[in-house]
């Protein structure tokens, strides 16, 4: 069985969100996801969620392609959830690009062109001007 992972935030859950899921289980058998809690995105992140982590945990794992949601506590969990969840690949969308090539030591790295019309940060900036 190949097992892929991938990490984000995942607040504001839109078809970008769904598009790069679908995208990161087609390359494997098992999609396990890492998902921010509201601690590391507001620590480390400077980023408050709309929805709490319980709430984005439940809404990926009614997705299809997500087979596993774990907690993502810190930006240094990665080599060992690559090694934990015996990861085949690792996903990330492509602003990342090169940040995470020390995972190859580990498993293949992937990253995945986003989708360009949409993002969380449009969304957030498109209710703004509406009010």
């Given at each position: ?12 859950l839109h078809y970008g969100h769904v598009n790069l899921l679908q ?93 360009p019309e949409i993002s969380t940060t449009q969304i957030k900036q ?5 009010k």
């Amino acid at each position: 069985m190949k097992k892929v992972i991938t990490y984000g935030t995942f607040d504001l859950l839109h078809y970008g969100h769904v598009n790069l899921l679908q995208r990161a289980r087609e390359l494997g058998d098992y999609l396990v996801v890492a998902l921010s809690t509201d601690e590391f995105n507001w620590n480390m992140k400077q980023k408050k969620c709309y929805f709490s982590y319980e709430e984005r945990k439940r809404l990926l794992e009614a997705i299809r392609y997500v087979d596993l949601v774990i907690p993502e506590e810190s930006w240094e969990q990665k080599t060992s959830d690559v090694k934990e969840f015996r990861i085949d690949t690792f996903v990330i969308g492509d602003d990342w690009e090169g940040k995470f090539d020390f995972l190859k030591d580990y498993c293949d790295v992937v990253y995945l062109p986003r989708t360009p019309e949409i993002s969380t940060t449009q969304i957030k900036q498109d209710l703004k001007t509406k009010k």
